[in-house]
């Protein structure tokens, strides 16, 4: 009999004793501050058909090419572990018809996924993921408020060296004129490219972006960028995105060398990274997928979303929400539904709308669950919203002023919009 030691397969690993529980505090912020802002959480299946990836990924991506576990179930269909959370979600929101639902739907997840990379510190096959995803808007708002909601979860298990980097893609149609021009220039200069980068000029050629060969690279400080190429409206969309993240106070660099490896993304791409992680520095990454859920067989379906590494947050954080989560409640999930204030606009003006997004950014901070409605609804819509969510406080953000609604006692009273928050506290404070 054979009795040697069996050991687990390269590039997965135990969880125990403290790493337990540091991802159990892990899980509880995410939790609070994702169900806090309406968030909903969802598990799909460990394996889907490998069709799924093969359609929503992309056919020329590294996931897809290379690093799927793939295998027959026993009447020779074809699955996949999956390796990514998204196209899952989009599946599972075309199975369910959600698109009947109050839009945006916002789902998000924590689970383990599967690629098959060459193990190293911060890369494994087998990993976990915290996620996010709202679809059903294209409203520039819903990505700012995406990208907050990382920032903040960030910010609280205290990755350190944290930057954002953030850029467009723009629709399809700029970047099928882009991609020829990119291409143009890559052909242009195809005996300093890398074999790799080579090979995929007609497949995806974008990549060539991300590339460490000192050839390709020079090649690409040359390179035209989709970024200078946009629609007017896909520019557009943007500098709201921007401008929305300055409200809040959310720092980040335009790079327009940003590209991800996934091939679903339209308009918005970002990606945080840590100095504090060596050469796997991508702590979390995302971006908008406006056509993912149509490809799938959906309805046309805007979305935006991001996933985060587990493993990675525990390696760049500096350790102190794990100790601080017995003490701050940090075990103690948000009551489903409960919604303290509620941001509404008067009108969509710009100014408003960047106005009620701050707003809405420091109630969170100051820890209320506070939604605001992102579906671009009139006064009467938002107010409905609130009531089905039950909100405590209402606070409807004009022009010059606000007005804060306690929805228990009727009573309004107009007020400077940076008095909200204070006024909600010690409301909450006099019940
Ligand atoms: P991704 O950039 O492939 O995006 O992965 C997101 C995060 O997962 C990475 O930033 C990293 O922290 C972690 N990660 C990825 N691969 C590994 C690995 N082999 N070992 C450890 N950690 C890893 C996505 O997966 C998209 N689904 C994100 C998204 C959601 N886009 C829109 N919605």
């Given at each position: 009999m054979n009795d040697s030691k069996i050991k687990a397969p390269r590039g997965t690993f135990d969880v125990l004793g403290e790493q337990a529980s540091a991802r159990t505090a892990l899980e509880a912020r995410a939790r609070a501050i994702l169900e806090g802002a309406g968030y909903e959480r969802i598990e799909t299946p460990t394996f889907e058909a490998t069709e799924l990836f093969a359609r929503g990924v992309g056919e020329s991506t590294d996931i897809v090419r290379k690093e799927m576990f793939t295998f027959e179930d026993g009447a020779g269909r074809s699955l996949t572990l999956r390796p990514e959370g998204t196209a899952p979600v989009c599946r599972a929101y075309v199975e369910h018809g959600m698109h009947k639902r109050r839009q945006p739907v916002k789902l998000w997840y924590l689970s383990s996924f599967f690629r098959h990379e060459r193990a190293q510190a911060g890369r494994y096959r087998q990993f976990w993921q915290v996620g996010a995803e709202a679809l059903g808007s294209d409203d520039p708002a819903v990505d700012a408020e995406s990208i907050t909601l990382l920032a903040t979860l960030l910010g609280e298990m205290g990755v350190r060296d944290l930057r954002l980097r953030l850029s467009s893609l723009g629709g399809p149609e700029s970047r099928g004129e882009y991609r020829e021009r990119l291409q143009v220039h890559l052909r242009a200069h195809e005996q300093s490219l890398s074999e790799d980068v080579r090979d995929r000029i007609?497949?995806?050629?974008?990549?060539?972006?991300?590339?460490?060969?000192p050839g390709t690279r020079t090649v690409m400080e040359s390179a035209p960028r989709l970024l200078e190429h946009l629609s007017d409206e896909d520019a557009a969309h943007f500098e709201e995105v921007r401008r929305l993240l300055d409200a809040t106070g959310v720092p980040h660099e335009v790079d327009s060398t940003l590209v991800r490896g996934l091939d679903y993304y339209t308009r918005t791409v970002f990606e945080f990274t840590s100095d504090a992680l060596g050469a796997q520095s991508g702590v979390g990454g995302g971006g908008r997928y406006d056509r993912l859920v149509e490809r799938l067989g959906g309805p046309a379906t805007p979305g935006i979303g991001w996933a985060a590494g587990i493993e990675r947050i525990l390696l760049a954080g500096d350790g102190s929400e794990t100790e601080g989560a017995a003490t701050k409640g940090g075990g103690q999930p948000v009551t489903a539904g409960l919604v303290e204030l509620f941001v509404a606009l008067e009108d969509q003006g710009p100014d408003a709308r960047a106005a009620a997004f701050a707003l809405v950014t420091e109630a969170r901070s100051a820890g209320l669950t506070a939604q605001m409605d992102l579906g671009g609804r009139s006064l009467k819509g938002q107010l409905g919203h609130a009531n089905a969510l039950g909100a405590r406080f209402v606070a409807i953000v004009g022009e010059t002023e606000t007005v804060l609604r306690d929805m228990q006692t009727r009573v309004q009273q107009p007020l400077a919009t940076d008095s909200v928050v204070h006024a909600v506290l010690r409301g909450q404070h006099d019940l």
């Amino acid at each position: 009999m054979n009795d040697s030691k069996i050991k687990a397969p390269r590039g997965t690993f135990d969880v125990l004793g403290e790493q337990a529980s540091a991802r159990t505090a892990l899980e509880a912020r995410a939790r609070a501050i994702l169900e806090g802002a309406g968030y909903e959480r969802i598990e799909t299946p460990t394996f889907e058909a490998t069709e799924l990836f093969a359609r929503g990924v992309g056919e020329s991506t590294d996931i897809v090419r290379k690093e799927m576990f793939t295998f027959e179930d026993g009447a020779g269909r074809s699955l996949t572990l999956r390796p990514e959370g998204t196209a899952p979600v989009c599946r599972a929101y075309v199975e369910h018809g959600m698109h009947k639902r109050r839009q945006p739907v916002k789902l998000w997840y924590l689970s383990s996924f599967f690629r098959h990379e060459r193990a190293q510190a911060g890369r494994y096959r087998q990993f976990w993921q915290v996620g996010a995803e709202a679809l059903g808007s294209d409203d520039p708002a819903v990505d700012a408020e995406s990208i907050t909601l990382l920032a903040t979860l960030l910010g609280e298990m205290g990755v350190r060296d944290l930057r954002l980097r953030l850029s467009s893609l723009g629709g399809p149609e700029s970047r099928g004129e882009y991609r020829e021009r990119l291409q143009v220039h890559l052909r242009a200069h195809e005996q300093s490219l890398s074999e790799d980068v080579r090979d995929r000029i007609e497949l995806n050629p974008l990549r060539a972006f991300d590339s460490d060969h000192p050839g390709t690279r020079t090649v690409m400080e040359s390179a035209p960028r989709l970024l200078e190429h946009l629609s007017d409206e896909d520019a557009a969309h943007f500098e709201e995105v921007r401008r929305l993240l300055d409200a809040t106070g959310v720092p980040h660099e335009v790079d327009s060398t940003l590209v991800r490896g996934l091939d679903y993304y339209t308009r918005t791409v970002f990606e945080f990274t840590s100095d504090a992680l060596g050469a796997q520095s991508g702590v979390g990454g995302g971006g908008r997928y406006d056509r993912l859920v149509e490809r799938l067989g959906g309805p046309a379906t805007p979305g935006i979303g991001w996933a985060a590494g587990i493993e990675r947050i525990l390696l760049a954080g500096d350790g102190s929400e794990t100790e601080g989560a017995a003490t701050k409640g940090g075990g103690q999930p948000v009551t489903a539904g409960l919604v303290e204030l509620f941001v509404a606009l008067e009108d969509q003006g710009p100014d408003a709308r960047a106005a009620a997004f701050a707003l809405v950014t420091e109630a969170r901070s100051a820890g209320l669950t506070a939604q605001m409605d992102l579906g671009g609804r009139s006064l009467k819509g938002q107010l409905g919203h609130a009531n089905a969510l039950g909100a405590r406080f209402v606070a409807i953000v004009g022009e010059t002023e606000t007005v804060l609604r306690d929805m228990q006692t009727r009573v309004q009273q107009p007020l400077a919009t940076d008095s909200v928050v204070h006024a909600v506290l010690r409301g909450q404070h006099d019940l």
